[in-house]
């Protein structure tokens, strides 16, 4: 016997599979990689002055702390973040966006937005609104 669950399950990574090619794609166009992508991401969701320690930006990630320092390296000679100093622990680092990485940033969250949003373009009016609605009580935040 097939459960409903398992349709559930099914076309949620459908649509992921679908929503990471269309973020794949226009993260390429901007010329980052999807791990760039959600650093400075983060960063930049994190608010003024848009930095984080490299230890909060692999925990937030999800990242392991290699996996961090190694995009991070990649960011630094972009020009998109500096390592600075911790202001608050002169032992530690932290990475902060550039004024050029905060550009690139939203201009990536834009990019993506509307290209999920293209995804369903054909879709009739009020489905996506409808289908957050009800996925809403499958997690414990409201997201």
């Known amino acids: 016997m097939l459960y409903p669950s398992s349709e559930l399950a099914k076309r949620i990574m459908v649509l992921a599979g679908q ?3 269309s ?20 960063l930049r969701r994190g608010g003024s002055p848009y930095r984080q320690k490299p230890s909060e930006l692999s925990r937030n990630l999800l990242l392991s702390s290699g996996g961090t ?27 902060q966006l550039t ?8 201009q990536a969250v834009k ?10 373009a054909g879709l009739p009016e009020g489905t996506v609104e409808q289908a ?12």
């Open 19 to 21: 929503l990471n090619e």
């Open 23 to 42: 973020t794949r794609q226009v993260l390429r166009e901007l010329g980052l990689t999807t791990a760039e992508f959600d650093v400075i991401v983060s």
């Open 69 to 95: 320092s190694n995009v991070t390296n990649q960011l630094v000679r972009r020009g998109l973040v500096v390592r600075e100093p911790d202001p608050v622990d002169g032992r530690g680092t932290q990475i």
């Open 99 to 106: 004024p050029e990485g905060i550009r690139l940033a939203e």
């Open 111 to 120: 990019a993506s937005s509307a290209a999920h949003h293209e995804l369903w």
């Open 132 to 143: 957050a609605k009800a996925l809403r009580p499958l997690f414990k935040t409201k997201a």
